[in-house]
């Protein structure tokens, strides 16, 4: 099939390249002519696992090309999804549409024949209302179909999450659209996917509350690693013994610090905004909202009893810094929240990512990136472990910090306390 991404972020570039391996011939659009001209020398704006192979191998066989005309690609196309970035509005909670309208104008000049039009960005529930008016303007409604196909995929995963899929969700009362849709996913449904049509508002807030409900997995677990921490018991056994029940399931209930990203921030205050315009109290995922803000404090509250309460001359080492392991993303990393307070504090930072420097960081006084877990760690006071990267998975603590011994917080959970202990560090995990 003849398909168009528009927007090449994220989610456009990744299920682009995949649509492109699966057979399709791909057109993904970008209205960046640098980002364009870099992709086509095999650049990839974004950090991900195993994306830029597959960029180049169906670049080279020319099933995937790289444009900046939105209107000449739509043309050639006959699937368009709408891939651009829906980020909070300034100074709000709801979402800011006006990359996702703009582009739909543009569709609405471009089409010359039957277009299926998808929103693959994540929108509020009503959206695809609003660009079908929007397209309906120029053109005859025989001649397009708007669709919601929101997207699933986690960074630092997002290959494999859209290889294999749980579901696949197609929000449409159109049955044409449906088939072809359907044809376009079968080789994922062949392989266990399971396809869901639903209606085109459905599909919508499907994906709102899959983001809504997953953070709120995380947050009552983290409330109950408090819990733990003040009832002697492990955090670990807790998720274990729930995520046995299959009613429950077991993922996402990893204890950490506050969760963070380009996502789950964003969409638990879009789909609240989007209940308060209903008049309808989304209580439990506005208390979620609050207790994941709330998380950082407690984390400095502990790091500060680690501490003593004593900041001055203290080098504290982070261990990533970006929101989650794989991903070179900063954007609502709780470490942006953790690390400007302890510098105003007093203490000196020093930090290693395995995805390298970070702007976002270099405003702060006494910050400074280290080119290794070494360097990192040399003079530290107290060792944070931010983020659950492989490479700390088994740092040898004994041989590199020397003479001083740092205090161990792992946030993340992933060393056996005993083990560390046994090596003659203190250590300290959340909710154990
Ligand atoms: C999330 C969803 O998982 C995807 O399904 C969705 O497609 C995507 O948002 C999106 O809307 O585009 P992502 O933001 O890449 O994906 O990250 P996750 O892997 O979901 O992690 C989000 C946050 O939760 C991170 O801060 C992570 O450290 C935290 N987390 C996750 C925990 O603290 N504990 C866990 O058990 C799992």
Redesign the pocket.
């Known amino acids: 099939m003849k398909l168009c991404m528009i927007g090449t972020g994220?989610?456009g570039l990744v299920s682009g390249v995949c649509f492109a391996d699966l057979g399709n011939n791909v057109i993904c659009v970008d209205k960046d002519q640098n980002k364009i001209n870099s992709l086509k020398k095999g650049k990839i704006p974004i950090y991900e696992p195993g994306l830029e192979e597959l960029v180049l191998k169906n670049y080279r066989n020319k099933r995937l090309n790289f444009s900046t005309d939105l209107k000449d690609s739509v043309k050639k196309s006959d699937i368009i999804f709408i891939c651009v970035g829906t980020p909070t509005k300034k100074g709000g909670n709801n979402a800011d549409l006006s990359q996702v309208y703009n582009v739909a104008k543009q569709i609405g000049k471009s089409i010359n024949k039957f277009k299926i039009i998808i929103t693959k960005s994540?929108v509020p529930v009503t959206t695809g209302d609003e660009i079908e008016k929007i397209i309906r303007k120029k053109n005859k409604k025989k001649n397009f179909s708007i669709v919601s196909n929101?997207?699933?995929?986690?960074?630092?995963?997002?290959i494999r999450?859209f290889i294999f899929p749980d579901r696949v969700v197609v929000g449409t009362n159109d049955i044409k659209s449906n088939k072809i849709l359907k044809a376009l996913y079968a080789p994922l449904i062949s392989k266990g996917a399971q396809y869901l049509n639903t209606s085109r508002r459905a599909a919508e807030l499907i994906?709102y509350a899959?983001?809504a409900f997953?953070?709120t997995?995380?947050t009552f677990?983290?409330e109950l690693a408090n819990l733990c921490e003040k009832t002697n018991i492990n955090i670990e056994d807790i998720?274990i013994g729930m995520g046995l029940d299959k009613r429950i399931g077991g993922?996402?209930?990893?204890?950490?610090?506050?969760?963070?990203?380009?996502?789950?921030p964003?969409?638990t205050k879009a789909i609240i905004n989007t209940a308060d315009r209903f008049k309808t109290n989304l209580s439990v995922i506005k208390s979620v909202v609050k207790s994941n803000k709330n998380r950082s404090n407690l984390l400095l509250n502990r790091v500060s009893k680690l501490l003593k309460n004593r900041f001055r001359n203290k080098t504290i080492c982070f261990l990533g810094v970006t929101?989650?392991?794989n991903?070179d993303?900063m954007r609502?990393?709780?470490s942006l929240t953790m690390i400007p307070v302890l510098s105003k504090k007093g203490a000196k930072i020093t930090y290693y990512d395995p995805t390298g420097l970070k702007k976002e960081l270099s405003k702060y006084k006494n910050v400074t990136f280290k080119e290794n877990i070494k360097d990192a760690l040399k003079n530290s006071d107290l060792v944070i472990i931010h983020?659950?990267w492989n490479d700390f998975k088994s740092i040898n603590f004994k041989s590199y910090a020397k003479g001083k011994k740092p205090i161990i917080f792992d946030m993340?959970n992933i060393y056996t306390p005993t083990k560390i202990n046994q090596q003659g560090f203190k250590y300290f995990g959340v909710g154990r």
């Open positions: 994220y989610v994540t929101p997207e699933f995929l986690r960074e630092g995963e997002a999450d994906k899959s983001n997953l953070a997995k995380i677990i983290n998720s993922r996402f209930l990893r204890a950490g610090p506050a969760y963070g990203g380009s996502c789950f964003k969409d929101f989650k392991a991903t993303d609502d990393s709780s983020t659950e993340r």
